[in-house]
């Protein structure tokens, strides 16, 4: 069985008290619970301070472009099915130039983990307004206050067919990790946003701050995560912050809908040794 | 008598069928063993409006449309005005007189014969279903130019596979109607005659567009993984392969932009599958974020371009060579690339395996740059040869490699510029595909020595495929004085040009570039040297190709440019014309 320790890379250079620690933390626990082989885990990651966690996890890792991370994520996946793959980022990465390929992976429901590192302000740039920044907050490029309202990645992904949906706080590891393990257990497109506290540049959404306002749906007894329907009225119905697991729901995934043979491994093939024969089927059709 | 050697411009309302009828009248011409091109003249838009459809053969090979039409086959009044004057002198009008009622005064040549037949009509009355006008249009030309039987085999295996017995055998009645016109209605008194010269190996031979020749290209040299957004005039790859990597293995997918697309290609080549993207300007323009990172983190990636006419949305169904600035420097950063270029469509269909290679060998964005003409006209190409480029994946690390065993530096400073590349799955090759400047393990680095060394290696990769890459081409005459440049498309004019000039006794002599990056700096230079004159042929505005020559050769007097950008592919004449009014100041 494998322990933390078979994850750890180079140290961490986030700020002490950020709470990317506890996603990092709760990320290699739910490895280690997984068993998961380094060889055949590759997280994905866009641009930010929690985009750079991948650096942090021993792994295959991809650190590419702003915004861009599911779409590497979901070509990892495709070409080899054998992997687990993470999708890391921020709330800037993922809800500004990320948005539309986070709609359009939720509604593929590709195989793949999603999480959202949510601070609610840009760190790496230090401290301008993020999607997620609530009305009114100040930062250095909105000294009036933020005109705008907050995105809900929550509800995006219940609407848009992620299968798998769920809301963590850094100030609780011990539940992030079980969701994580759910999440990369779970087939299918799963998403988690975490609630993860900036402690340098955000002074509003702080621990505290968050502690006095979720609410835990898992304590709601009733509720039951496998209606995408009941996730979407429980999110606009409870008061506070909701967090916990919204949905949980097995459907195909693009691969076993795409794939001819959603077992065959893609990368396995050798393509050096060619048989000519089905390229000269395919000519047929010109002559 | 004029045989085998025509060109056929169908016209009509888009909705009247006139690609249909062209399609398979292509294909038989093709059959009878025959050269063709086909040349789309369609407006951006969806139904209506005039459209039309040229259709060339000859006896010999041909890659390019021809400047004249011999044949003009008319379904409305709008071909008369645009394009009575491009037919040749002797040349025929095929056109729909229960349509046309009558041929304006102004359109009527004396010097040309015309024809016609009311196959609307007869479409309407004799088969209950006027919209299969253009088969029994079909059967006249087919009756006229000799080669009736060849086409209604093409119908029948046209029509029965793919729409089923009761359209095929209201087709074949269409045709025969038109047919029997000829000698009824009318009789023939023009000189076009197509004689069948077909012979065994002439079968073989396919017609087809440069997109289908990149595409089943692209599955031949194992590319297992593409990801593309519609736009024309790429979409063909798209959708073909959509139908057919499913069953390599693979999956073709239309995603929400190109900037998804290009990303999951770097995605899928990281993971250790071949991929590939298509577009034209405007997404190649999405892309080049992620071509940079293609560069830095040194992921192997297939880019075609097929290039319309720009800027902006342009001209988004014609053709031209605006691109190549964008293929070569576009971009942030310093970082390296290699820039290939098709002649046409048989081309296309080697030069995209090779792209594989190259961008696998030196683990960067190879962009493949061709234009809208070869990549949507259709042109028979001699039977493709499945084995001749073999599949090299440079330094992809495969099980079991015994530098697995050991420390594996994915970004490390080696020899020959070019580290070993682990894929996911790989135990002993852990690393980080890195997009920030990394150490020599692929963790960001700031240190100034390693980004020295980083990106003196990084680049030192393009002067490195120099001398690996394709070599420029040559045709005519080495000893000629006269030097013709060009890369891609034009090469078919330009050579219909060169024979033309020859039989004026003017000899010339053609550098066609298939590498445009690295540029092939010796080749032209020696190329240069030796001549008095040089005329850059290409289709763009500003000269890109002339000034990237420049870039390297310096100013000169010697060269000068042949531009086309008004919307419409170089012919032969522009060409021609050109080198003409110049020659004698140039051999004085």
């Not at chain 2, 319309?308 to 310093?334: C, M, V, W, Y």
Request: proline residues 5%; glycine residues 10%; hydrophobic residues 40%.
């Amino acid at each position: 069985m494998r322990t933390l320790k078979d994850y750890d890379s180079s140290k961490p250079i986030w700020c002490p008290g950020c709470g990317n620690f506890a996603v990092l933390a709760g990320l290699k626990r739910a490895f280690a619970n997984l068993d998961i082989d380094p060889k055949d885990l590759v997280v994905v990651s866009g641009i930010g301070c929690s985009s750079r966690i991948n650096g942090f996890i021993k792994c295959y890792g991809f650190h590419g472009v702003h915004g861009r991370l599911l779409p590497v994520a979901t070509a990892v996946k495709l070409a080899n099915p054998r992997l687990t793959v993470i999708g890391a980022g921020g709330d800037g990465d993922g809800y500004a130039l990320g948005m539309s390929h986070f709609i359009h992976a939720s509604r593929r429901n590709v195989d793949v983990t999603y999480i959202v590192m949510d601070n609610q302000i840009y760190g790496l740039t230090k401290g301008q307004t993020s999607p997620t920044s609530p009305p009114g907050f100040v930062t250095a490029t909105t000294p009036f206050g933020s005109k705008e309202r907050p995105v809900d990645g929550v509800g995006l992904a219940l609407l848009s067919g992620a299968t798998f949906v769920a809301r963590g706080f850094s100030g609780n590891a011990k539940r992030l990790t079980e969701i994580f393990i759910k999440a990369i257990k779970h087939k299918g497109f799963s998403f988690v946003d975490v609630l993860s506290p900036c402690v340098t540049f955000n002074r509003l959404n702080t621990y505290d701050w968050f502690r006095e306002r979720i609410h835990s749906i898992e304590e709601d007894n009733d509720y039951d995560p496998s209606s995408r329907e009941k996730a979407i009225q429980k999110l606009f119905t409870v008061q506070g912050i909701p967090v916990g697991i919204f949905l949980d729901e097995r459907k195909n995934t693009f691969g076993e809908e795409i794939l001819k043979d959603p077992t065959h491994v893609a990368v396995e093939e050798n393509i050096e040794e060619r048989d000519t024969r089905p390229f000269e089927k395919i000519a047929k059709i010109f002559t | 008598m004029k045989e085998n050697d025509i060109s056929v411009r169908i016209g009509g309302q888009a909705g009247d069928g006139s690609l249909t009828t062209g399609d398979l009248l292509a294909k038989a011409l093709k059959r009878v063993g025959l050269w063709v091109v086909t040349t789309k003249d369609f407006p951006s838009r969806i139904r209506g409006g005039h459209t039309n459809y040229t259709i060339r053969a000859k006896h010999k090979r041909i890659y390019g449309p021809a400047d004249y039409i011999d044949f003009l086959v008319a379904f409305d009044y709008e071909s008369f005005p645009a394009h009575t004057k491009e037919i040749t002198s002797g040349g025929v009008v095929l056109y729909d007189n229960s349509i046309v009622k009558e041929i304006p005064e102004e359109y009527r040549r004396d010097d040309l014969t015309y024809y016609g037949a009311p196959v609307a009509k007869l479409a309407r009355e004799e088969l209950g279903l006027e919209v299969i006008k253009n088969t029994v249009l079909l059967g006249v030309l087919g009756e006229l130019l000799g080669i009736p039987n060849e086409i209604e085999e093409v119908i029948e295996e046209t029509f029965l596979a793919r729409k089923g017995r009761k359209v095929f055998e209201k087709n074949v009645k269409a045709f025969r109607l038109g047919k029997n016109l000829v000698g009824s209605l009318f009789n023939k008194k023009d000189d076009y005659r197509i004689n069948p010269i077909t012979k065994s190996s002439d079968r073989e031979r396919l017609l087809l567009a440069g997109n289908y020749a990149i595409a089943l290209g692209a599955i031949v040299a194992g590319c297992r993984f593409y990801a593309g957004y519609p736009i024309t005039p790429a979409t063909e790859i798209l959708e073909f392969l959509a139908e057919h990597l499913p069953a390599f293995g693979g999956a073709a997918i239309q995603v929400e932009d190109e900037i998804s697309a290009i990303n999951m290609v770097l995605g899928a080549s990281f993971a250790g599958v071949r991929a590939m993207t298509a577009t034209s300007g405007p997404g190649l323009a999405l892309m080049t974020e992620a071509m940079s990172l293609s560069g830095m983190a040194e992921i192997p990636a297939v880019i075609v371009d097929c290039q319309r006419a720009g800027p902006s949305t342009g001209l988004p169904t014609k053709s031209e060579q605006g691109d190549l600035n964008h293929a070569i420097f576009g971009g942030h950063g310093d970082f390296p690339r290699i820039v290939i270029a098709p002649g046409h469509a048989e081309e296309a269909f080697y030069l995209i395996q090779v792209a594989f290679n190259l961008a696998e060998k030196y683990q960067l964005p190879v962009i493949f740059l061709t234009e809208q003409s070869v990549a949507q006209n259709k042109q028979t190409v001699l039977n493709f040869e499945f084995d001749r480029i073999p599949v090299e994946r440079g330094k992809l690390l495969k099980p079991g490699d015994p530098a697995l065993r050991g420390k594996i530096e994915r970004y490390g400073p080696v020899e020959d510029s070019i580290p070993p590349r682990p894929r996911p799955g790989l135990e002993g090759g852990l690393f980080l595909s890195e997009g920030n400047e990394h150490d020599f393990t692929g963790h960001p680095s700031e240190n100034p020595e390693i980004r020295k060394i980083n990106q003196l290696r990084r680049n030192s990769k393009v002067k490195k495929a120099v001398d690996d890459v394709p070599k420029p081409e040559y045709e005519g005459h080495l000893d000629s004085s006269i030097g013709i440049i060009g890369m891609g498309a034009t090469y078919g004019p330009i050579v219909e040009a060169m024979e033309e000039l020859e039989e004026k006794k003017i000899k010339t002599h053609y550098l066609r570039l298939v590498t445009l990056w690295p540029f092939p700096e010796k080749d032209v230079k020696a190329f240069i040297k030796n001549k008095k004159k040089i005329f850059v042929v290409e289709q763009n505005a500003t000269a890109q190709l002339r000034q990237l020559i420049q870039r390297f050769v310096g100013p000169s007097e010697k060269i000068e440019s042949i531009t086309k950008f008004n919307g419409r592919s170089f012919v032969a004449s522009d060409i021609y014309e050109k080198i003409l009014s110049r020659v004698e100041e140039v051999l004085v």
